[in-house]
């Protein structure tokens, strides 16, 4: 069997499986460290960096970045946790997120994270983008909430393999692009599938809004990261 792998985290001394990210290892390790555009079981693209660390004074992404012997890891610093929030502020101006009228809310990973970092207010001047709503037989795409964190671009495929969520444009005007054709070939499943693993309000299945009433939503109950920080 593989020798486990000696690694340390703000100070803390952990052991990875020789293979696993920073974040898994962490995980394992009862250490929280936040992410989004990363989801269990698909494949890491980091793409969002809210999983920034340093290691070795080097940032990197901690859903992507296999641990290696000896490494030293920055995790709840403040220079860290300023960075994180910044992205998420920035996420915020960069999207037109209205959370109190938004289905997803209390179930929002982004809500999720600004709560967890105390944002009342971001830092930098919204932009108000110009965005619109998709509408599919099954689901609503609501560009406005979209992140960009590809998962219902790695999670959602037919059968036979093709995807039916894709990205297209590039840089400031780049969005979730569908294939109407399969699409309209989703099945119930598959589109609550959809909802589901996106992080925020984006993809909705029609016709199942507010049905978790305030107060038992996911986020209602306990903050985001704390079944990690409660497994200590
Ligand atoms: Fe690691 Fe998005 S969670 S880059």
Redesign the pocket.
Same mark, same amino acid.
């Given at each position: 069997m593989p020798e486990p792998i000696k690694f340390i985290i703000d100070g803390k001394e952990c052991t990875a499986e020789p293979g696993q990210t920073i974040?898994e290892a962490a995980k394992a390790n009862g250490v929280y460290i936040p992410?989004? $555009?990363?989801f269990e079981g698909l494949k890491?693209v980091?793409? #969002?960096?809210? #999983?920034s660390v340093r290691v070795n004074g080097r940032w990197m /992404? /901690? $859903?992507?970045q296999p641990v290696a012997p000896g490494m030293v890891v920055e995790n709840h610093t403040t220079e860290v946790e300023e960075y994180r929030r910044a992205l998420i502020e920035m996420l915020f101006v960069e999207g037109n997120h209205f959370c109190p009228a938004c289905e997803k809310s209390g179930n929002c990973e982004l809500q999720a994270l600004a709560y967890r970092y105390q944002i009342m207010v971001p830092g930098f001047p919204y932009l108000f983008p110009k965005k619109d709503i998709e509408a599919f037989p099954k689901f609503l795409l609501e560009h406005n909430r979209c992140v960009q $964190?590809r998962r219902c671009i790695r999670a959602i495929q037919t059968p036979d393999g093709k995807k039916i969520f894709d990205m297209k444009n590039r840089s400031g005007r780049v969005r979730i692009n569908v294939d109407r054709k399969l699409a309209a070939k989703l099945s119930e499943e598959e589109a609550q599938k959809a909802m589901d693993i996106c992080p925020v309000g984006a993809i909705l299945k029609k016709e199942v809004g507010f049905r978790i009433p305030i107060g038992k939503r996911k986020y209602d109950k306990k903050p985001i990261g704390s079944e990690i920080e409660e497994s200590k």
């Open positions: 974040y992410v989004l $555009c990363h890491p980091g793409s #969002c960096r809210i #999983c /992404a /901690a $859903c992507t $964190c």
